[in-house]
């Protein structure tokens, strides 16, 4: 089936099957690597992508299903070739990561919750990030990288600019 | 991980959606598809055709009428929980609202899938039988209305025919005296499924006497329950923690609890007790603090 997808601020269209997930579409037919396959039903969020601006499993949805929707996945946050958003350098400087798994789908949760608000309290940052699962951290250097970010952003005025959608 | 092949159409229509049921008896509908898409995945579901209704406009709507709050099927769950006519006229729903899954899936899940798959953990069928919400279900012969109380006959078994679809879900609201509400949930993680959850909405008139009450367990058993004989109990009083302690000891006497790998049957019957009485409490307390119906 053919389906056209705003991934990243292009357009793709691709031919797949109705039983292909949005998760591998991006990955093996889209190129799209950065969106990772952990669990593959549901339970871990490594997966996590926008979907219209919110967070969305893309495990959990088929491609036919995002047929015309506009998505970012993490390559869609860096503002340039070689470039870190500000809150992926937060989680970089935070040590928000270890291994890297869970990271890309940390980061669009968290960039979601930022879309949203620049002030989380430590509660929305938790809920925020409630569905993705880190077997490294402990979370407690995630939840700094985010109000990191958070910090910085209100300081620079700059809202969430650098998503490319 | 891979489900197994089928085919996907995508009806413009609850009529045609219908006929596509009706049609194929291997025709199963895909809504948000946070359940059904898991277990295409472990191939525990096999439909050879996914009618997929999330391009049906008039299934997604959240409407004020005189007979209660009307929400559209395919209303996403992150939708309701901002909206604020639900927020306004269903404190209950937009309470347990939160605690339905991740961000992520309430991003997806949608309200009539969650009333439609029947999960006994579930927040939303609890929230529907606890209100007495009336579930609207059409299939290519007609329209019927069916009480949530009705609606629920054991763990994801409903009263909603294969052909059938569920359509909207209407919550009655509460439009007089200072209305209140409750919900507690116990589950091995934040937002994992409930072992047991409880939810109360109560209405206090001027002088704090309890004119309505509400209450339900989700969780404990195969369904959601509605704990009717509290409501007797209850209404007319002012809501003593004696007194409304004493009630919920006695309603939860007869409860059907289950026991699994999680909970023994007896832990969830205490349980129970504790959540809906804490969910009474905190319901008068907030009616107490001066929230008005309406």
């Known amino acids: 089936m053919r389906v056209d997808l705003h991934v990243n601020g292009g357009t793709v269209g691709v031919d797949v099957e109705p039983r292909c997930t949005l998760l591998d579409c991006l990955r093996d037919e889209i190129g799209l690597k950065g969106t990772h396959a952990g669990c593959e039903h549901g339970v871990c969020g490594a997966c996590t992508i926008l979907v219209d601006g919110e967070p969305a499993r893309s495990c959990l949805m088929l491609a036919v299903q995002a047929d015309g929707h506009t998505l970012t996945t993490i390559e ?49 940052i938790v809920a925020a990030i409630s569905g993705n699962l880190c077997r490294c951290t402990g979370y407690g250097q995630i939840i700094e990288a985010i109000a990191l970010a958070a910090e910085r952003l209100r300081g620079a005025n700059v809202g969430m600019g650098g998503t490319r959608r | 991980m891979k489900p197994v092949a089928f085919d996907y159409v995508r009806p413009a229509s609850i009529s045609e959606a219908c006929r596509l049921l009706a049609a194929d008896d291997g025709a199963r509908i895909i809504a948000g598809g946070q359940t059904l898409i898991p277990l295409l995945a472990m191939r525990l579901a096999r439909p050879a055709r996914l ?36 927020a306004r006229k269903l404190p209950l729903l937009a309470k347990a609202l939160p605690w339905v899954g991740h961000p992520p899936t309430r991003q997806r899940g949608t309200i009539g899938g969650s009333i439609a798959n029947g999960d006994p953990a579930a927040e939303i069928p609890l929230v529907a039988v606890t209100l007495e919400a009336v579930i609207t279900v059409q299939d290519a012969v007609g329209i019927a209305e069916i009480a949530a109380g009705e609606f629920y006959l054991g763990p994801m078994i409903t009263a909603l025919a294969d052909d059938g679809i569920v359509t909207e879900v209407r919550f009655p609201a509460w439009d007089s005296g200072r209305v209140g509400t409750g919900f507690h949930e116990i589950s091995a993680r934040s937002s994992d499924f409930a072992f047991v959850a409880a939810a109360a909405q109560v209405a206090l008139d001027a002088g704090g006497c309890c004119t309505a009450l509400a209450v339900g367990i989700g969780g404990a058993g195969d369904t959601p329950v509605r704990l009717e004989a509290l409501s007797e109990a209850l209404v007319g009083s002012h809501l003593g923690e004696t007194e409304v302690r004493d009630a919920v000891a006695a309603a939860c006497s007869d409860l059907e609890t289950a026991d699994d790998l999680h909970a023994s049957a007896a832990y969830r019957k205490r349980v129970a007790a504790t959540l809906a009485r804490r969910a009474i409490l905190d319901a008068r307390d907030e009616a107490v603090g001066g929230r008005h119906a309406g």
């Open chain 1, 76 to 124: 869609g946050l860096s503002p340039g070739p070689g470039e870190l958003s500000v809150l992926q350098d937060a989680f970089c400087e935070a040590h928000g990561l270890q291994c890297g798994y869970c990271t890309p789908g940390m980061i669009l949760a968290a960039h979601a919750l930022l879309a949203r608000t620049l002030a989380p309290t430590r509660a929305d």
């Open chain 2, 51 to 86: 009618v997929d209704i999330a391009r049906i406009p008039e299934l997604a709507f959240i409407r004020d009428d005189a007979d209660g709050v009307r929400i559209g099927s395919m209303t996403r769950q992150c939708v309701a929980e901002r909206d604020a006519t639900a």
